[in-house]
């Protein structure tokens, strides 16, 4: 029996609400999608396309017929019949707040999976009349490639609601974290916080440019993240006494004056348009879409890559191409 919804309902078509519509129509799921903007089409076809190119190239199974999806007028026609509502609408408690009683107004069954990236579910929670019922459901952006979703419930959320988000994202070929306890921001973005506070020192104090900080990450530390994270790396460095010699060398210089993790410099127009000049130098005359390209052929041969050794984010691929073989 499939996990999937029968219907999804996304609000919000930025680039994540688009990053959602791609991988739930992927895996044959129909949607309807709320945006009040103009251009909300013209938003999400590029999207959709990039995400075709990607799927195309690093799915090794069959998959299963495209979910058809539309524009829709309002919040209640999007979430009607839902089974999963995406709330992928601004990042203000006023706006999601709102959003949620129209929601409500219109659909009382349905999963709402907010996908804030800082709100905690609790806070999201005040005021409905049915908060069991939302969790956060925090992506990364390719939505349609990247598998790391973090679930997050709120004081009153059902833990059945989370057994059976946990089930649909897995199928979804995601791989779910559940995160027990809430903090602002969850787990995966305070982490990018922090490197990305000390970045800001480094090009506000003239230390490196945003292309040789880049170099830094994408040559080394960043390859090994890419399989095996943080503490699994430091405990290889330690040798074979493992983690805990690594710990007795390298623990003293956590006193040592080398970060400012504490402190962000402030964003003056001066250092605003250094970063953005820097970044535009670094892009060599690619526009952003190019470059959405060629992350997404990177993030694919990465993928592939590990899918070969059956490793972190790979044996997640392995997994949901066994799945669709098993269909």
Known sequence: MSDLPRKAAILGAGVIGSGWLARLIDSGVACSVFDPAPNAEAKIA?????????AAALIDAPRPAKGAWSLVGSIAEAVAGADLIVEAVPERLDVKHATYREIEAANTDGIIASSTSGFRPSVLQEGMARPERLIVAHPFNPVYLLPLVEIVGGAATDKAVIDRAMALYTELGMKPLHLKVEIDAFVADRL???????ALWLVKDGVATTQEIDDAIRYGCGLRWAQMGTFQTFHIAGGEAGMRHFMEQFGPALAWPWTKLMDVPEMTPELVDRIAEQSVTQADGRTPRDLEKIRDDNLVAILKALRGTGWGAGQVLADHEARLRGK
């Open 46 to 54: 590029p999207v959709l396309d990039n995400a075709e190119r990607a």
């Open 192 to 198: 990018m916080e922090a490197l990305w506070r000390e």
